[in-house]
């Protein structure tokens, strides 16, 4: 089985708009001497600590779920790993992604213990297909030619096969027939800017604040696992106020539906998925429940992604 | 193949149409001059199985043919939603893929119309409730009309690139995704049906999906749904780690 995989051109890693800070909007044009943009706070590592993100996982589970065993720190998680059954070819069995060493596992499913009790009313989701938003103003085109123009692979990747059989290449696009690859480059960015659809992202209580800035220019949920650290509260038209914890981050969260919540274990790290009020600094979650320990020793390669784009797509912004 | 058996004209009369696999033993095979090619002709000593077991099956995968092969077994590159997109403009012809992606519109428990349709037995064509087939070229046209009801949802599928909307669940692969018959879902209260739509709602799911590039549409993608369940953690990590290198 045959498909040829080619790399985009990966942008200037060196370029510092990838270091991250809280706020690394540059207040000076590059092009000017200076070759370090100035940013209004000193820039910092990555976003976010990973093995903070762990830890503050772990520690805050391991009493509240006995019998779970969590790798805090950069371990690989110990997730079951299993072939699937390899009565045919075993190539053809294992998932194609862009990377140079094919990774093969397969992991049996976890099963997903069911919601309880969930109410009939429908929500907000099902009626209008996206929480209610405010319409984002039309983006101006991107005024940069795309000049970064996906080249085709000079390493020797693998060829494998897709489900069609392989086609003749296109006249000057000689990679337009595979997918595309690995990180999101300045072109597949803009593209999204013409179709500017909706993005659910898995972040961090940290950079859910920071990327909720864009808002307004690029609609998106967010996908948020942390802890529950107060009570659940009653408040005004059935709403249910809680916080949710990561690390030092703490927001507030508000669960309008009128189901009925699943269980909520203080202590418990949970998956909130809902659209942030940046004005109000609350999460209004529109699907809560506990998170899965095999979800949460995976949640930070999402995050990871995730930032990794949204990098991008600033970048993108900050430029028009 | 021809036949002039009554017996067998009347069995394949009940076939369907890119459904039905045939078995068929002991067929005479002739030249014929005046269709110019050759024919295989079902006699009395012809033994015709519909619909058969393993080992046949086994037989045309040895040639390469496919048949009833589920996605899983032969769809293995992975995209995120805007590579499925940038795909199907940059290249006319349908491709399959596999995308981990959340389900973002799933109406389930809206009008039962949204979910189920009916379409007539044998051309597939779809028809209002209760009426005769509207295909003039349905080959059931002179007989008795019957029809089936199926699912027929519209998907919308979102990661942090973007959203594919309006990709299509239909039977039978919707009844693996949902678990439940078209008969069994027609039975089920409000709160069962807002249940199960919950279970994959805003869920990352792995999705095996076939995308068309169409210039009808105005976004210019059809996605099809040919497999949907939910993602196991732990492949969802696989595929963000392979986005994030290069």
């Given at each position: 089985m045959f498909v040829v995989r080619t790399l985009a051109a990966s942008t200037n890693k060196n370029n510092s708009y990838f270091t991250y800070s809280c706020l690394s909007v540059p207040l000076f044009n590059q092009k000017k001497r200076n070759r370090i943009p100035l940013t209004s706070t000193p820039s910092e590592n990555e976003f976010f600590s990973h093995s903070e993100y762990m830890a503050s996982i772990s520690s805050a589970t391991s009493h509240s779920t006995p019998g779970e065993v969590f790798t805090s720190g950069t371990g690989p998680s110990s997730y079951t790993v299993r072939q699937q059954d390899s009565s045919a070819s075993v190539n053809s069995r294992q998932n194609k992604y862009q990377t140079p060493r094919s990774e093969s596992?397969?992991?049996?499913?976890?099963?997903?213990?069911?919601?309880?009790?969930?109410?009939?009313?429908?929500?907000?989701?099902?009626?209008?297909?996206?929480?209610?938003?405010?319409?984002?103003?039309?983006?101006?085109?991107?005024?940069?030619?795309?000049?970064?123009?996906?080249?085709?692979?000079?390493?020797?990747?693998?060829?494998?096969?897709?489900?069609?059989?392989?086609?003749?290449?296109?006249?000057?696009?000689?990679?337009?027939?595979?997918?595309?690859?690995?990180?999101?480059?300045?072109?597949?960015?803009?593209?999204?800017?013409?179709?500017?659809?909706l993005r659910i992202l898995t972040a961090v209580i940290d950079g859910m604040r920071h990327w909720s800035q864009f808002r307004d220019k690029v609609p998106y949920l967010f996908e948020i696992f942390a802890t529950l650290d107060s009570a659940v509260t009653l408040g005004r038209y059935g709403a249910k106020n809680f916080l949710i914890r990561d690390g030092k981050d703490v927001v507030q969260c508000v669960f309008y539906e009128n189901q009925v919540l699943p269980r909520l274990i203080r202590g418990q790290v949970h998956r909130c998925v809902g659209n942030y009020d940046r004005s109000r600094d609350v999460l209004i979650c529109v699907s809560v429940r506990p998170g899965l320990p095999s979800e949460l020793r995976n949640a930070q390669e999402a995050v990871k992604a995730c930032d990794a784009e949204m990098r991008l797509l600033v970048k993108l912004l900050s430029e028009v | 193949t021809y036949s002039w058996d009554r017996e067998t004209i009347q069995l394949m009369q009940t076939l369907i149409p890119k459904e039905s696999l045939l078995f068929i033993a002991d067929a005479k095979i002739t030249f014929?001059?005046?269709?110019?090619?050759?024919?295989?002709?079902?006699?009395?000593?012809?033994?015709?199985?519909?619909?058969?077991?393993?080992?046949?099956?086994?037989?045309?995968?040895?040639?390469?043919?496919?048949?009833?092969?589920?996605?899983?077994?032969?769809?293995?590159?992975?995209?995120t939603v805007r590579q499925l997109k940038q795909k199907a403009q940059e290249n006319p012809e349908a491709?399959?893929?596999?995308?981990?992606?959340?389900?973002?519109?799933?109406?389930?428990?809206?009008?039962?119309?949204?979910?189920?349709?009916?379409?007539?037995?044998?051309?597939?064509?779809?028809?209002?409730?209760?009426?005769?087939?509207?295909?003039?070229?349905?080959?059931?046209?002179?007989?008795?009309?019957?029809?089936?009801?199926?699912?027929?949802?519209?998907?919308?599928?979102?990661?942090?690139?973007?959203?594919?909307?309006?990709?299509?669940?239909?039977?039978?692969?919707?009844?693996?995704?949902?678990?439940?018959?078209?008969?069994?879902?027609?039975?089920?209260?409000?709160?069962?049906?807002?249940?199960?739509?919950?279970?994959?709602?805003?869920?990352?799911?792995?999705?095996?999906?076939?995308?068309?590039?169409?210039?009808?549409?105005?976004?210019?993608?059809?996605?099809?749904?040919?497999?949907?369940?939910?993602?196991?953690?732990?492949?969802?990590?696989?595929?963000?780690?392979?986005?994030?290198?290069?």
């Open positions: 596992a397969q992991s049996k499913p976890t099963p997903r213990t069911g919601f309880s009790q969930m109410g009939r009313q429908p929500s907000p989701y099902s009626q209008q297909s996206r929480p209610p938003l405010p319409p984002p103003p039309p983006v101006p085109p991107p005024r940069r030619p795309s000049a970064h123009a996906v080249q085709p692979q000079k390493n020797s990747w693998k060829f494998t096969n897709s489900f069609e059989p392989q086609r003749p290449s296109f006249e000057g696009k000689r990679n337009s027939n595979q997918p595309q690859t690995a990180r999101p480059t300045e072109t597949q960015v803009e593209f999204d800017m013409k179709n500017n659809s | 014929d001059s005046f269709r110019g090619s050759m024919v295989a002709t079902v006699n009395s000593r012809s033994i015709i199985t519909v619909n058969p077991g393993k080992k046949p099956q086994q037989h045309l995968q040895k040639h390469n043919i496919r048949w009833n092969e589920t996605p899983e077994d032969s769809i293995t590159d992975v995209y491709f399959f893929g596999i995308t981990y992606s959340f389900i973002s519109k799933l109406d389930l428990d809206s009008s039962v119309s949204k979910v189920i349709r009916t379409r007539c037995s044998r051309c597939k064509f779809l028809v209002p409730e209760d009426m005769s087939c509207t295909n003039q070229l349905c080959p059931g046209r002179d007989q008795v009309f019957s029809a089936a009801t199926c699912f027929d949802l519209l998907v919308d599928l979102s990661d942090h690139t973007g959203t594919l909307q309006a990709c299509h669940l239909r039977s039978p692969m919707a009844e693996k995704t949902l678990g439940c018959t078209v008969k069994e879902f027609t039975s089920l209260t409000d709160d069962k049906r807002t249940k199960m739509k919950w279970r994959l709602l805003l869920e990352r799911c792995k999705i095996y999906v076939k995308v068309v590039p169409s210039a009808k549409i105005k976004t210019g993608v059809r996605g099809t749904i040919l497999a949907c369940s939910l993602a196991d953690p732990g492949e969802v990590k696989q595929h963000m780690s392979a986005l994030l290198q290069h």
